[in-house]
């Protein structure tokens, strides 16, 4: 089992940026994904962005592509969550998760952190 803690949230402006961090402790398989989700209350978690453990490679949501970057230190095994350009819509509370593929459900989870963007 992996823990993971988020912070780094925040109240900002439309158009401003955030940087999010993922703190993780305990043993990261090579095959490992680390993702950033988000949820808004009364609706389902979604997906943002991914990054493999052993090679960087990354997926995002087509709601964040261009605006969003999720980048490593493995050193640190930190995981971060850069926004810029954000908009209101953006207003969620953020998870980071662990899984092993985008097509089964993460294993572990932070306890989220919120992002609140005014307009």
């Known amino acids: 089992q992996v823990q993971l803690a988020e912070s780094g949230g925040g109240l900002v402006q439309a158009g401003g940026s955030l940087r999010l961090s993922c703190a993780a402790s305990?043993?990261?398989?090579?095959?490992?994904?680390l993702g950033w989700f988000r949820q808004v209350p009364g609706k389902e978690r979604e997906f943002v962005a991914g990054?493999?453990?052993?090679?960087?490679?990354?997926l995002y949501a087509d709601s964040v592509k261009g605006r969003f970057t999720i980048s490593l230190d493995k050193a640190e095994k930190m995981v971060y969550l850069q926004m810029n350009s954000l908009k209101p819509e953006d207003t969620a509370v953020y998870f980071c998760?662990?899984?092993?593929?985008?097509?089964?459900?993460?294993?572990?989870w932070g306890q989220g952190t919120q992002v609140t963007v005014s307009s």
């Open positions: 305990g043993r990261i398989y090579s095959s490992a994904i």
């Open positions: 990054i493999r453990w052993s090679s960087g490679t990354t």
């Open positions: 998760a662990r899984g092993s593929s985008y097509g089964s459900p993460f294993h572990d």
